[in-house]
């Protein structure tokens, strides 16, 4: 019997102590998971914002629009028309090298974006000479005309991130100040002379000038664009695309006929909105990091 009571005894402790491990480890459980879960949240409201700091670069495309066009010559024997400037449109390439400042809220992204960018613009016109007696007695001018302009630009742009994860497309608009830093310009005359009493073909050198004073000191313009994130680590892979609208003169008024070298070859600057492609590739870094263990600065959506 003082066995039978002796093993009932025992029986009750082992219950008793296996409730209590069992009700500690729930309170263990409830322990990590609220541990859990807070983290979580702190994870997630770190990460609603982030500054991202970094470089990028590429290429890009011009092509002027013409608000009024001025002459040195005009013809009178025929219509002025045809001595007009013809612009190439996106033809010549040009360059520009950024650091993007940017604040990150949920998805949209404030970004300032300092620039050095060198832009090249070309276009061409002809003018004709006819003897007077001998309508075979013609010379024809060939002008071709190339801009090269530097600029230090500060565009203000907002971006809103569409969705994604490690690819991240975004879309872009904001808007731009300019400042003129150098131009030089270059015009080459090539033609047919038929006056001589021959057909002669010819092409001079050159004539390279700096045309910085013919240019704008300032101006500014609109952006729209598009782009795309790649997440790689903690760093983001970036190509971006932008469509720079001109919306002031880049033309200097005052000064339009000052070059001596280019008003004697009959060139004058016309007023001028420059429109501008940019492609552009670069990598941004987060400025604000978790921990060593955290091993990337966006969470997945």
């Excluded at 102590?17 to 459980?29: D, E, G």
Aim: glycine share 8%; proline share 3%; with cysteine.
């Amino acid at each position: 019997m003082k066995r039978l009571y002796l093993v009932l005894l025992c029986g009750l402790l082992a219950i008793n102590l296996a409730y209590a491990q069992s009700n500690n480890s729930s309170k263990k459980r409830k322990k990590t998971a609220a541990t859990y879960n807070k983290q979580s949240k702190e994870i997630e409201k770190f990460l609603e914002k982030q500054w991202w700091l970094g470089p990028k670069g590429g290429i890009n495309l011009s092509q002027p629009r013409v608000e009024k066009e001025y002459f040195i010559m005009a013809p009178t024997n025929y219509d002025p028309a045809l001595i007009a400037k013809k612009y190439d449109k996106f033809k010549q390439v040009g360059s520009q090298v950024t650091f993007e400042i940017a604040f990150y809220y949920r998805r949209f992204s404030f970004s300032f974006q300092p620039t050095y960018q060198h832009t090249a613009f070309s276009y061409s016109n002809t003018y004709i000479w006819q003897g007077g007696t001998n309508a075979g007695q013609i010379v024809q001018l060939e002008y071709e005309q190339l801009q090269k302009v530097d600029h230090l630009q500060f565009p203000i742009l907002i971006k809103y991130e569409v969705a994604g994860n490690r690819l991240r497309p975004y879309l872009q608009a904001g808007f731009y100040q300019g400042v003129l830093l150098n131009a030089t310009k270059e015009v080459t005359i090539s033609g047919n002379d038929n006056a001589s009493g021959g057909l002669s073909q010819f092409e001079n050198e050159p004539i390279i000038v700096g045309a910085k004073d013919l240019f704008a000191k300032n101006h500014w313009g609109l952006i729209g664009g598009a782009g795309l994130y790649y997440k790689l680590g903690n760093v983001r892979l970036n190509l971006d695309l932008m469509y720079k609208s001109g919306m002031s003169n880049i033309t200097s008024a005052k000064n339009r006929y000052e070059n001596d070298r280019l008003s004697g070859v009959g060139d004058s600057m016309d007023d001028l909105l420059l429109d501008n492609i940019t492609v552009s590739l670069g990598c941004l870094f987060p400025l604000r990091f978790l921990e060593n263990s955290f091993k990337s600065a966006d969470r997945k959506k």
